[in-house]
């Protein structure tokens, strides 16, 4: 598919690319550009599987499309969403001296007949009779982050339409942010030797990614210079993502309908913006970005939202990119595309769901233009993220977690989760499995299915390719064992991936015991733990657990011997510890004491009646299910 046979991506390696000659000017490739062209080659000649290369905003994507088309064998169709990322792609490729042509109907151009054709989606699902005879071998989405997980979706139509023209068909997609609210990252595998997105997602593979930092730190990208404004802000903190991970506008317009902070906040931003070029503000609302609008100079303001007419917009545009407007205020339409590289001043209005939402904004200012010396970030609305964080897979399960850095005990690989650190260590983490990327088992090795309680299984780290070779590693931080063959399954599994038994059904448990007169199920409220002596007056350490109503079971522990320490690690730490994997192995009920906040209590403690005393039976962790727990309000399950 792709013609290359040396390290210099840049020389003319394609066989049957249509040229008229290069230009004077062609456009010289940075190493991180040669690198995503050549990692991008030796993925396609191994593998059929959709890839994608991740890229900072302004860091030339659009140079390495054109790079990757000119030195295609086969026809190559590049896709955007809107037309000024057509347009702005042909325009690099042609920079080349090569023609290419344009199938768009808001560029008013239908054209596919040369060897590289740049499109928008909406045209091509409209003309597919065009891209049907087979012979394309490459497709390059632009903003790939943007192909849906439906098939029914206007990039998936296209690329089953051209699939079944040609079966060897590539896909390649290009981003600055690989992540997709309500799905989570967008592609599987990692060429770091790590996993990010679920099996199912369409692209398989990130073959490159360039981080933001190094981008900035090699003087590619503007600084961004975040600054703590003093101001009264917005508060958005009580809003919580809706099912498809975004804020609900109503919502956001209770918060920022008429609220006091504005117009200070709008003074801020001008009295901020006096010595900058150019000025754009992210609102929350429509109604929100009119008010912001109506406090900014008039002569010297826009604002375009997604009502605004299409001719109007790119006049707008045009007028801000010329520089005879300065405020350039938006609601959700100028994240993306949008390339205006004297934008010096980022003001932010609005709550972000995503780091990755939060890097596109910013990224909006980080092209470098001249006398600009850095981009200047106003957040007015409390977002909690890091603009070099990388973006974690789970949703954020509360505002007072960060990403912390928890290492596989099986595979050594440093896993990305939500969590809370002390000081310098991770006291919890949300993680479920680990990240890794192993050497995948062969038959009759020792894999998950056979994986027991606790036992490791050696798994070698794969790192500097992502291949379907490899396999995600065992390793699970939270589980739910088979009660028939031990193996470890996903917390919110419903069968055993092992033995294919039905795992038993936390509401099973509860409805069960609550029906036995001789057992005793506690909805906890609170863990205790203390130091206490047994009838021969030897030291144990005594976990207390209390339902709301003052019931209590407890349990006992030594810790005296190797033997008791190990018991005690596999009976009780291995599920209490708020973060699991830990090499966390304390040798005393003292250090168990004082390592209390590093232990969290189950959800529910079952425990049955031998002779005249209490002995726990079961406990329930990660719970949900149709019971209420202790810690949240409502009616009794």
């Known amino acids: 598919m792709l013609g290359m046979t040396q390290t210099a991506p840049s020389a003319n390696l394609s066989e049957t690319s249509t040229s008229a000659g290069p230009a004077a000017d062609v456009p010289t490739l940075r190493p991180y550009q040669h690198e995503a062209v050549a990692r991008t080659v030796a993925h396609f000649r191994a593998s059929d599987d959709p890839a ?3 890229l900072p905003t302004g860091s030339g994507k659009s140079l390495v499309i054109a790079e990757l088309a000119r030195i295609a064998r086969g026809r190559v169709l590049v896709l955007a969403h809107v037309r000024e990322l057509v347009e702005q792609n042909h325009a690099k490729y042609e920079a080349y001296g090569l023609s290419a042509d344009i199938f768009s109907a808001g560029l008013k151009r239908k054209e596919a007949a040369r060897q590289v054709v740049f499109g928008s989606v909406q045209s091509v699902i409209n003309g597919l009779e065009a891209f049907s005879a087979g012979d394309f071998t490459l497709v390059v989405i632009d903003e790939c982050h943007r192909v849906s997980l439906e098939e029914d979706a206007s990039y998936r139509r296209v690329i089953q339409a051209m699939g079944e023209a040609n079966p060897r068909l590539k896909v390649l997609g290009l981003t600055a942010t690989p992540y997709r609210l309500g799905q989570g990252f967008i592609f599987h595998r990692h060429y770091h030797g790590m996993v990010r997105g679920d099996e199912d997602c369409f692209f398989k593979d990130c073959v490159f990614e360039q981080p933001l930092r190094l981008m900035v730190r090699q003087g590619y990208l503007s600084e961004p210079r975040r600054i703590d404004v003093a101001i009264e802000g917005y508060d958005f903190s009580a809003l919580a993502p809706g099912i498809g991970g975004s804020f609900n506008e109503q919502e956001m317009n209770q918060v920022v309908k008429g609220a006091r902070a504005t117009p200070g906040i709008v003074a801020d931003v001008m009295a901020r913006a006096e010595d900058r070029q150019g000025v754009m503000l992210f609102c ?37 990119k010329a520089r005879t407007l300065k405020y350039l205020v938006n609601v959700s339409v100028l994240t993306t595309g949008f390339d205006a590289p004297h934008v010096d001043l980022i003001a932010i209005l609005r709550p972000t769901e995503s780091v990755s939402l939060y890097q596109q904004i910013i990224g909006r200012g980080l092209r470098l233009a001249p006398g600009k010396r850095d981009c200047l970030i106003l957040d007015y609305a409390g977002n909690p993220w890091d603009i070099y964080a990388p973006e974690v897979a789970a949703p954020r399960p509360a505002g007072d977690t ?6 596989c005990p099986e595979c050594g690989h440093a896993n990305l989760f939500w969590g809370r650190m002390d000081g310098e260590v991770v006291i919890e983490h949300f993680g479920r499995r680990c990240q890794g990327l192993v050497e995948r088992h062969e038959p009759g090795g020792k894999g998950e299915s056979d994986r027991q309680y606790g036992a ?39 069968a055993c991936h092992g033995c294919g038994e039905r795992l038993v059904d936390p509401d099973d448990k509860l409805r069960e015991a609550l029906k036995l007169r001789d057992a005793r199920v506690l909805r906890v409220s609170a863990m205790q733990l203390e130091a206490t002596r047994n009838g021969r007056g030897l030291e144990r350490l005594k976990i207390n657990y209390y339902d709301e109503d003052g019931t209590a079971l407890a349990e006992w522990f030594a810790l005296e ?26 040798t005393s009920i003292q250090e168990v004491l004082a390592g209390e906040a590093r232990l969290k209590a189950p959800d529910f403690v079952v425990g049955r009646k031998v002779g005249r005393y209490w002995q726990i039976r079961d406990k329930l962790f990660d719970y949900q299910g149709r019971y209420r727990k202790a810690e949240a309000a409502g009616p009794d399950g």
């Open 402 to 407: 960060e990403p912390v850095q928890v290492e």
């Open 456 to 494: 490791a299984s050696g798994a070698k780290k794969v790192t500097g390719a992502a291949s379907g070779a490899n396999e995600q590693c065992t390793f699970r931080f939270r589980f739910k064992a088979c009660e028939r063959c031990g193996a470890e399954n996903d917390i919110a599994a419903r």
């Open 561 to 586: 011997t190797p033997a008791q320490r190990h018991a005690f690690q596999r009976a009780f730490l291995a599920r209490h510890l708020r973060a699991p994997g830990a090499d966390w192995r304390p």
């Open 52 to 54: 994608v290369v991740v």
């Open 284 to 320: 929350s609302t429509v109604a929100h970005a009119e008010e912001v609008a109506g406090l900014l100079p008039a002569a010297e303001t826009a604002l375009i939202t997604g009502t605004t007419a299409s001719e109007e917009r790119e006049r707008l545009i045009a007028a801000f």
